[in-house]
Nanobody, 121 residues
Framework: QVQLVESGGGLVQPGGSLRLSCAAS????????MGWYRQAPGNERELVVV???????NYADSVKGRFTISRDNAKNTVYLQMNSLKPEDTAVYYC???????????????WGQGTQVTVSS
């Protein structure tokens, strides 16, 4: 019902910047929130930031002040601007969309394929 396509990952030196993009298509009218998650080898997938359809945001403490989420409603795209990158930011970053059925309260999660971010000198 919802398809997510990510781009923008790559290799960057500590202190550098990257911008990730996530374009949504399909039943986009059902989307309540979108966000970015990441998963490093041996670790569980963790929330980086989420933004709701109303514009409220919630960032993980580890990225506050360094990462910024934004959206382009005309393009159905969300972005993650990552500044002052650290080696511990190295992970596969996944775009997520949460859809809700208002009448029943049912929730559905959709995921992109992931994009690798590597921070290393």
């Amino acid at each position: 019902q919802v398809q997510l396509v990510e781009s923008g990952g790559g290799l960057v030196q500590p202190g550098g910047s990257l911008r990730l993009s996530c374009a949504a298509s399909g039943s986009i009218f059902s989307i309540y929130a979108m966000g970015w998650y990441r998963q490093a080898p041996g670790n569980e997938r963790e929330l980086v930031v989420v933004i709701t359809s109303g514009g409220s945001t919630n960032y993980a403490d580890s990225v506050k002040g360094r990462f910024t989420i934004s959206r382009d409603n005309a393009k159905n795209t969300v972005y993650l601007q990552m500044n002052s990158l650290k080696p511990e930011d190295t992970a596969v970053y996944y775009c997520n969309a949460e859809a809700r059925v208002v009448t029943s309260g049912q929730k559905y999660d959709y995921w992109g394929q992931g994009t690798q971010v590597t921070v290393s000198s």
